[in-house]
Each structure stands twice: as structure tokens, then as C-alpha cells.
């Protein structure tokens, strides 16, 4: 256990279902962060959450809707995905920006069919 | 923005080798921070180390920032050593950059 909880663990949803992945801090970071992990693709940052605020998003599609009601949990919302969007997303936090460097969680592993 | 590359891409070690793992990045870096990325997708924080050297038992890195590269060394490796390494860079901005990893598979 890394103190960053990610659940579920495995997803499995069709084109038109709505679905959400849930991220949970136990370490009083004020930095929350969505990663995607493709096959053979670097990780890639979907969304930056600090103190709540929402600072980054990397041009993402809307059909991935971040929330982050306080810092210790985030939520990426997953409606009308594509089988493309299949792919591990990876929770992440930190202290003070990334100074005092990231912890990530286990992961969810989604599967778009 | 800033490129970080990292070699061997792949990596086939006998249990009990060594071997060393390279990061190179093209900017100055605030942090650099390095990760082991096991065979179920966890990404475990390795070292968090923007300069100098620092071990922590058969593993150990060093960074040298003024060259930009960091190098990470592992001793007498074993099959849970297998997975992915990833180098990631903080290039002063609001997130790490990471690398595209080094597959490793240590074979029993």
C-alpha cells in the first residue's frame, strides 16, 4: 500500500456506458494528478488538481471529466468512451508541486468494448 | 519542452547480474525522480534524486545534473526486479516528464 488508493482495480465497459474511477490520498498532499498508460506509449498527464483547483489539462477529450472535491480524493468521470481510450490510468500525488517528488497508486486498468 | 530518453530499452539479465540503467535529459531539471513499475502496473517510487548519489540496499543512483543524466544501478538482480524502470524529470514546470522506460526480465 502506497497511501494512493485507485479503485476499481479492473473496468470493463461498453461505448455507451457511464463510469467513474475513484482516487484517495491518505499522505496530506495538496497535489492530485490523472496519468494514461497505453501499450508501448510513455505515460501521458491527463489532468493536474492542486489544492482542488484544476491547473492543467492536457488537451483531453471531454468525454474524460475530472472532479477533485477536496485534496484528498479525485474522480475521473468516463462517458461514451472509445476502444482506443483502453488503457491503465494511473493516480498520482504530491507535496508542494513536485518538489518533493510523486506517489502514485495501483492503477486501473480499462478496457473499452 | 524537455526530452528524456533512457537506455537499454530492453534489458535481459541472469539472476545474481548487475546492470545499470541510463537517463539522459535535454533541459536543466529541478527534480528528477526514478520508478519501478512491476508486472501488475504499480508504480513504485524508487529514488527521488535531483543530484548526487543515493543507495538503498542492491539499488543505488546517482544523478549529474550539470551533464544531464542520471544512472541507476542494480546489484545482484533477482526475477522481482523484472518490470519497468522509468526515469521522470521536473523541467521547473508543474509536472514530470517521464521517459519511455527500461523493460527489464531477469531470468531465474
Known amino acids: 500500500e502506497t497511501g494512493v488508493t485507485q479503485t476499481p482495480r479492473h473496468l470493463v465497459m461498453g461505448m455507451t456506458n457511464k463510469k467513474s474511477l475513484k482516487c484517495e490520498q491518505h499522505l496530506g498532499h495538496n497535489a492530485m494528478y490523472w496519468y494514461k498508460q497505453s501499450a508501448k506509449k510513455p505515460l501521458e498527464l491527463m489532468f493536474v488538481y492542486s489544492l482542488e483547483e484544476r491547473v492543467e489539462n492536457n488537451s483531453v477529450p471531454s468525454r474524460f471529466s475530472p472532479e477533485c472535491p477536496n485534496s484528498s480524493h479525485l474522480f475521473l468521470h468516463l462517458h461514451t468512451l472509445q476502444p482506443e481510450d483502453s488503457a491503465l490510468y494511473l493516480c498520482?500525488?504530491?507535496?508542494?508541486?513536485?518538489?518533493?517528488?510523486?506517489?502514485f497508486g495501483s492503477g486501473t486498468r480499462l478496457t473499452v468494448v | 519542452g524537455i526530452q528524456v530518453e533512457q537506455s537499454p530499452p530492453d534489458l535481459i539479465l541472469q539472476e545474481g547480474a548487475n546492470s545499470t540503467l541510463r537517463c539522459n535529459f535535454s533541459d536543466s531539471v529541478n527534480n528528477l525522480q526514478w520508478f519501478h513499475q512491476n508486472p501488475w502496473g504499480q508504480l513504485i517510487n524508487l529514488f527521488y534524486?535531483?543530484?548526487g548519489t543515493k543507495q538503498n540496499g542492491r539499488l543505488s543512483a546517482t544523478t549529474v545534473a550539470t551533464e544531464r543524466y542520471s544512472l541507476l544501478y542494480i546489484s545482484s538482480s533477482q526475477t522481482t526486479d523484472s518490470g519497468v524502470y522509468f526515469c521522470a524529470v521536473d523541467d521547473y514546470g508543474q509536472n514530470f516528464v517521464f521517459g519511455p522506460g527500461t523493460r527489464l526480465s531477469v531470468l531465474p
Open positions: 498520482a500525488s504530491s507535496q508542494e508541486w513536485v518538489q518533493r517528488g510523486y506517489t
Open positions: 534524486i535531483p543530484s
